[in-house]
């Protein structure tokens, strides 16, 4: 199974600040690499897929990029709203593994 | 507008069995494959597999092959999963997921189920 290694496992930003969440495959994935956002008691939502394509609807603040075994999702100007769990996921090789999450807070 | 509607909280002994339902509205189901995942907080999340509901051909993650049976109801636009045999491991919660043809993220989820096995 390809492992997926995600960090940090929490973070705490200021508003307006950039985030970074990284996710290291234990193999090449290809690109096959998406980004879930997942607010509590809620159902996650598709953020980036292909590594670094926006799904429609999410705002440009967020953007996904990395190649081979290095991935990461970027958040510009952190809202208020962006406080989630966020995971990557890939699909280049079954079973499907996810990334275990990272918790983002405001400070 | 797309939803994917799960049937509510399980409470179920060990040994037992449960059927999971997730009614799809705004699409077809036959248009998309619909995946079942597993989330314990403790494990993270978990790929269960995946069924074509147009043709019923189904792909299992090996640890789920003997544990999960994945079913569609094309007249119904409903998917299913039941559990066999549940142990207190299979404490969870279930959310169904679509992707479209055989590019396997997920841009719909349901809303997630929690299933409790206890004595």
């Known amino acids: 199974d390809i492992r997926m290694t995600q960090s940090p496992a929490s973070l705490s930003a200021s508003l307006g600040e950039t985030v970074n969440i990284e996710c290291l495959a234990s193999?090449?994935?290809?690109?096959?690499l998406a980004w879930y956002q997942q607010k509590p008691g809620k159902s996650p939502q598709l953020l980036i897929y292909n590594a670094n394509s926006l799904q429609n609807g999410v705002p440009s603040r967020f953007s996904g990029s990395g190649s081979g075994t290095q991935y990461s999702l970027k958040i510009n100007s952190l809202q208020s709203e962006d406080v989630a769990t966020y995971f990557c996921q890939q699909y280049n090789n079954y079973p499907l593994t996810f990334g275990s999450g990272t918790k983002l807070e405001i400070k | 507008e797309v939803q994917l509607q799960q049937s509510g909280p399980e409470l179920r002994r060990p040994g037992s069995s449960v059927k999971l339902s997730c009614k799809a509205s705004g699409y077809s189901i036959t248009d998309y494959l619909m995946h079942w995942v597993k989330h314990r907080p403790e494990h993270g999340l978990e790929w269960i597999g995946w069924i074509d509901p147009e043709d019923g051909e189904t792909k299992y993650a090996q640890k789920f092959q003997s544990k999960a049976t994945l079913t569609a109801d094309t007249s119904s636009n409903t998917a299913y999963m039941q559990l066999s045999s549940l142990t207190s491991e299979d404490t969870a919660t279930y959310f169904c997921?679509?992707?479209?043809?055989?590019?396997?993220?997920?841009?719909?989820w349901g809303q997630g189920v929690m299933v409790t096995v206890s004595s």
């Open positions: 997921a679509r992707s479209y043809g055989y590019t396997y993220y997920f841009d719909y």
């Open positions: 193999e090449d994935i290809y690109s096959d």
